[in-house]
C-alpha cells in the first residue's frame, strides 16, 4: 500500500510540475509523419517518471508513516525530470555538451523569466 501511495504521489506532483513548465498538459496523441504513425504519450510519461522517482526515493530513504511518504513522494516527484536532465547530461560526449549545456541554460532562463 505504502509503494501505491509513494507511486502516486510522485506521480501526480511531476505532473503537475510538467504541465507548469510546459504551460499545459500535453495529451497522448498519434502523430503521423507520411505513412508512418508515431504515439506521442505526453502527460503519461511525466506521471511515470514522477512515480519511478518516488519509488527510488522510498527505496533509498525507506520511510515510517504516511506522513513522511507523502513527503518524500512530493520531494521526488519534483526532481523527476531534473534527475533524467542530469542524467542526460552526464552522458553526452563533449561535441554534444555544449550544445546541450545551451538547450538547458535557454529552458531554465525561459522559466525564470516567467516567473
Known amino acids: 500500500m505504502e509503494l501505491l501511495i509513494a507511486f502516486l504521489v510522485g506521480g501526480m506532483t511531476n505532473l503537475a510540475v510538467a504541465s507548469k ?5 500535453l495529451l497522448p496523441y498519434i502523430k503521423k509523419v507520411g505513412k ?6 505526453g502527460l503519461l510519461v511525466d506521471f ?8 527510488a526515493a522510498f527505496s533509498f530513504f525507506e520511510p515510517v508513516g504516511y506522513a513522511k511518504i507523502v513527503g518524500t513522494s ?3 516527484g519534483f526532481n523527476g ?8 547530461l552526464s552522458k553526452a560526449t563533449d561535441a554534444d555538451s555544449k550544445t ?3 538547450g ?7 522559466s525564470a523569466d516567467k516567473n
Open 21 to 25: 513548465l510546459e504551460e499545459g498538459a
Open 48 to 55: 511515470f517518471i514522477g512515480g519511478a522517482a518516488a519509488l
Open 104 to 110: 538547458y541554460q535557454k529552458i531554465i532562463g525561459s
Open 74 to 76: 512530493v520531494l521526488a
Open 100 to 102: 546541450l549545456d545551451e
Open 81 to 88: 525530470l531534473t534527475y533524467l536532465a542530469k542524467n542526460a
Open 36 to 41: 508512418k504513425r508515431f504515439f506521442i504519450p
